[in-house]
């Protein structure tokens, strides 16, 4: 899914994650009295006038915003997509695919493909479908289970731009401004070629995690202030239309919306570039060297790893920051060979790049191709594909008009 960072992370490991001391509602709270522009509330509080900003959250953060029932009994909840842009490559499958495959084993999980997203900048229409359902048999092919997971295309539940209407009728133009990503972005293409999509596209990303009451998400680096602007709507919103004023139109009253925790992926699982050790692993870098992509043939995996950046220093070892490229490719080694980091210095620490390209680019070869064979399978038969991505909708669409019915009811709107 899958773009004022947050001062920690959740940290994800083997067991159930955990929250950093500094997401506390302590730590939030002194967060957003500084904020200019957050809501500013001005009324009578028990007989006194109170001239402040108003917080909301001053629930437990380990616990679920408006539990229906009980907490032992419902899984929490984790969404997370990939655009359908580009081929889907090694970084994409590490950084979060690959994350998603234990994740469905304990959490509710919806996993989507963001076509929405894809359109922000100029694309070709007729690849667009194609790609989404070539994206699609990836997730299935890499091990997303749908007896577990629902998959499916974002642009399938209405509710995803229905409430991204709703959020940025909520969302002050000041928040989007700020947003890195569009800066960089915007600055590149010029203003004549950039559309209000890039601007506004994190309240469609707020709208993807919003709609389904999610309690983490998945993030990488460049989607930590997306993920920060979400939490900030979802307590805006919460304020201005949520508790007793939620109750009086007839509503449950409280939270309107989860406020959504991050969860980061495990340590190394960020993929840098082949041709720029300190540069991440894109779809839209201009040379496919750059990347391993999940369907690359062997020879094509071969010559690419032959052809990586290297340097010249002796032995291989991690955490060098002289040496970005080498601790990419041991880091890459490790997480696709399962070995532990100790295990993999130790193997490695005095081979020279040819052993170990070669060492790397059979265990590359050997973890992609039942992926592969699996995706030809999905790929050829249309029909399942296409029941997966239904059954998928379906389900999704069951939860996110639960939640789009509340926020227009909140809202004040006459409703059929």
């Known amino acids: 899914m899958g773009r004022a960072a947050l001062s920690q992370f959740l940290i994800l490991s083997n067991s159930s994650p955990r929250l950093s001391s500094s997401l506390s509602c302590g730590g939030l709270q002194s967060k957003y009295l500084k904020r200019p522009g957050f809501i500013r509330q001005k009324r009578a509080i028990n007989g006194h006038n109170a001239t402040g900003f108003r917080c909301c959250c001053s629930l437990s953060l380990s616990q679920p ?9 419902v899984r929490k909840r984790i969404v997370s997509g ?45 690849q667009l479908s194609k790609a989404s359902r070539n994206t699609a048999a990836i997730y299935l092919a890499c091990g997303v289970d749908t007896s577990k997971a ?16 709703l959020l940025s009728c909520s969302t002050p133009i000041g928040w989007l ?3 890195i990503q569009f800066k960089e972005k915007s600055r ?36 930590k202030q997306h993920l920060e602007l979400t939490r900030e709507l979802a307590e805006r919103v919460n304020y201005l239309y949520g508790g007793r004023k939620w109750k009086k139109l ?28 300190l540069s991440k692993m894109s779809k839209s870098a201009p040379s496919d060297q750059s990347r391993i992509n999940l369907l690359d043939p062997k020879d094509v995996i071969a010559n690419k790893i032959k052809r990586c950046k290297t340097d010249s220093f002796p032995g291989l070892e991690f955490d060098n920051p002289e040496r970005p490229e080498c601790n990419n490719l041991l880091s890459i080694y490790q997480i696709i060979s399962s070995k532990t980091k100790e295990e ?22 050997d973890h992609l191709h039942p992926i592969q064979v699996r995706y030809e399978e999905i790929i050829s038969d249309p029909a399942y594909l296409d029941g997966v991505l239904a059954e998928g909708a379906t389900k999704a669409a069951a939860i996110a008009d639960a939640t789009l019915e509340n926020v227009y009811q909140a809202m004040g709107f006459l409703r059929r």
């Open 177 to 179: 401004n700020r947003m």
């Open 188 to 223: 590149k293409a010029g203003d004549e070629n950039v559309g209000v999509a890039l601007l506004t596209y994190p309240v469609l990303m707020a709208s993807d995690i919003l709609l389904y009451q999610s309690d983490f998400v998945p993030v990488g680096e460049d989607q």
């Open 344 to 365: 993999v210095a130790q193997e490695c620490q005095d081979m020279n790049w040819g052993t170990f390209k070669n060492l790397v680019t059979d265990a590359l070869v």
């Open 82 to 126: 990939v655009q359908p842009t580009g081929a889907i490559h090694l970084g994409n499958y590490l950084g979060a695919i690959k994350n998603w495959i234990s994740l469905q084993n304990s959490y509710d999980t919806l996993f989507f493909i963001v076509d929405l997203h894809a359109i922000t900048l100029p694309y070709d229409t007729q």
């Open 65 to 73: 915003v408006a539990p229906e029932t009980s907490s032992s009994s």
């Open 150 to 165: 629902s998959v499916f295309v974002q642009s399938h539940v209405r509710a995803h731009v229905e409430l991204m209407w």
């Open 250 to 277: 007839g509503g449950r009253g409280g939270p309107i919306f989860k406020v959504p925790e991050p969860l980061i992926p495990p340590a190394g699982a960020r993929v840098m570039s082949l041709t720029d050790g």
